[in-house]
């Protein structure tokens, strides 16, 4: 029986402990807003404190990158944790993300960090419009972003992001990353996990699609080949300068055939989500296996597979379920608007039959929470049947 | 959240609850042991007692069917118990069993009743030798059961029952079955869901091999269209009969092209564990959605996929995790020879790939503890090679 902590509590460590149960591992979660280690399926099982949970595992991980550095140096201290607590703050701060591509020199936007006013000024002379400035802590989702398309807009974003900046409550402090916004043809994203041994596998690379800021459908399919390659070296190149250890994920930009980074992830993804269906090992397992020092699982493509985010609900219709090769997963949370709630993965045998079951979904699902599915499902039909 | 109660707190539990989890299901299990009703993978948990138990839950069903009987009356007054108790008991008495083959007018092989040395004379007039003679209770994996190929065993084979019989310390009388042993091609299983709405799935025929009485390799491949249909009939048949709620599974004995029912297990079934990585829905999800009144999921078989019992043992070599589209399932036991541990499944995309692949696990496997695995790898290889 391995004995895994993960840092947080939500559907990551979740899903991790459904995944590594029947590998005899005992997950145990880090609820930081507590600040007590609990099961992460029935977390009204509580067992201690953060001291007590580091003490009993063998290991310990993350299921985002927001942890308090002070926690980060506590569990590393324990000689346990897996990824550093390097890799995990550079998933949480993108200057340090910014550096780490360049020094692997690894194409991405361009970009420029702020600090200044000057620095600010500067960014529009580098770049060229539109511009999206990002703040370099905790900005996901939407939050902290300003898009500019005109310079008459300068001074107002500039006040907002200087508020911004001195509002920031956090020990390291604050800033701003400017990039030039891509025009893009996709984005997409590679999972992939490194053990500690140093072996590497890929997942296929997911087409993801957002609305609002948040993802809304992940598309796993046969890719291109030379596209996943350039994914796989990106991947490679990043993990083994961090000497990374677990799953990570890549978000792209997809320029005609060129990849450029948009984020990383240092963490299981929710753009990989599709894997325990339409996977041969699904990326919580193999988060458990590279951290535990076990060979990695294939990461190979079994069916062409859709996630779809249930945002919002804490249902669906039962009608749904009856669809085939339709599987859902609940979180187990309060419903809140917005608040990822579950996601439902969809397989097909093809990408024919996987578009043809998206669209059936998308006519039982209620449009009020689902509004972009019907018309992703639409286009997509369209373009596998080209 | 939909609260489940399970009688028993073994592998079938566990697995019902790690299926159910993302589902938002809440399943306890029921330890007959310990009387006490606990977290189906973290047993240290404990929530009660039984009568706890029945009130909290909103559906009982069990995971074997040698509950004792005042138990099985005590969930059944609650209106909560599926399937019912008459059908449970049928599981765990042969006589029931024989009974409802003869009501239902399916295929068996030929048999007798024994309660007494004259039944057992007569059993011996009616019946061909050799004669199976099983215990009517409890009687499974090999205990509980004596094999006559000559008239010159019959006083001691008679003396032997007899005091096994005596011994006997049930609430209900023990008795003996003689059956005709059917000279059989091979033993085949059919896994099926009939849901509270009376909607039937089933999955596509087990190939199923023992070792000393006890399962050791099932297989599921495309299976011959007329013989699932003959199964899927009996399915059909005995389950409208009993008005049947949940996963049921029927072992057959295949004799040239005819299916002759050997015993039927109401509930998640060992020959159905392949479900997990081989077919669109799990045995364990699909018992859960007909016992909660949802709609069945559909039990297509994705990929040849073969599961190899792992008994008596708490560990296997790395390498054989190495092997693409290998799932291991452990149940968190503590080490006793011939114990079931855990499971491995093993996909292929086709038959080919799978008994390649069951090969190189045979080769990875240690000889003493899966003694059977090379011979079977090796034939099924050849078979479907052919």
Same mark, same amino acid.
């Given at each position: ?7 947080? !509590? ?10 590594? %149960? ?112 990002? %703040? ?17 807009? !300068?001074?107002?974003? $500039? ?5 911004? =900046?001195?509002? !920031?409550?956090?020990?390291?402090? @604050? ?31 997911? #087409? ?12 796993? !399919?046969?890719?291109? @080949? ?7 070296? &990106? ?11 677990? &799953? ?22 929710? %753009?990989?989500? $599709? ?34 985010? =249930?945002?919002? #609900? ?10 085939? %090769?339709?599987?859902?997963? $609940? ?52 373009? &596998?049947?080209?």
């Amino acid at each position: 029986m391995k004995k895994v902590l993960v840092l947080g !509590a939500g559907q990551l460590a979740r899903m991790m402990d459904l995944a590594g %149960s029947p590998l005899n591992m005992d997950v145990k979660a880090f609820d930081v807003r507590t600040n007590k280690v609990v099961h992460p399926v029935a977390p009204e099982h509580i067992y201690g404190n953060l001291a007590e949970g580091i003490a009993e595992a063998e290991v310990i991980t993350a299921e985002f990158e927001h942890v308090a550095h002070d926690i980060l140096e506590q569990c590393e201290q324990s000689n346990k944790l897996k990824p550093t607590s390097q890799a995990i703050k550079i998933g949480g701060d993108r200057r340090l993300e910014k550096a780490l591509l360049r020094e692997c020199n690894v194409a991405n936007a361009k970009h420029y960090v702020i600090e200044t006013r000057e620095d600010f000024e500067q960014a529009l002379t580098e770049l060229t419009l539109p511009i999206i400035f990002k %703040s370099a802590l905790e900005g996901y989702d939407g939050k902290g972003q300003w898009r500019m398309k005109s310079t008459e807009q !300068a001074d107002e974003i $500039w006040q907002d992001m200087a508020d911004f =900046i001195a509002q !920031a409550n956090s020990s390291v402090p @604050q800033g701003i990353v400017a990039e030039q916004m891509v025009p893009f043809d996709r984005e997409v994203s590679l999972v992939g996990a490194r053990n500690t041994h140093g072996e590497i596998e890929v997942y296929p690379l997911t #087409e993801n699609h957002h609305a609002g800021g948040i993802l809304s459908v992940s598309v796993a !399919a046969p890719v291109e @080949q030379e596209l996943q390659i350039q994914a796989a070296s &990106v991947f490679k190149a990043l993990t083994e300068k961090l000497n990374y250890v677990g &799953v990570l994920a890549i978000e792209f930009f997809q320029v005609g055939d060129q990849l450029l980074v948009n984020e990383i992830a240092p963490r299981v993804h929710n %753009s990989g989500h $599709w894997t325990q269906q339409g996977a041969d090992t699904c990326q919580f397992e193999n988060h458990l296996r590279a951290i535990c020092g076990l060979p990695l699982g294939s990461t190979k493509l079994v069916r062409p597979t859709a996630m779809v985010n =249930i945002l919002g #609900e804490d249902s669906v219709p039962n009608e749904a379920l009856a669809l085939p %090769s339709l599987s859902i997963h $609940w979180y187990d949370k309060e419903k809140r608007a917005g608040r990822k709630m579950g996601h439902l993965n969809l397989c097909g045998n093809d990408e024919q039959e996987l578009a043809q079951r998206l669209n059936q979904l998308a006519a039982i699902l209620p449009t009020e929470a689902f509004p972009d599915l019907a018309s992703f499902a639409a286009k997509y039909q369209e373009r &596998v049947t080209q």
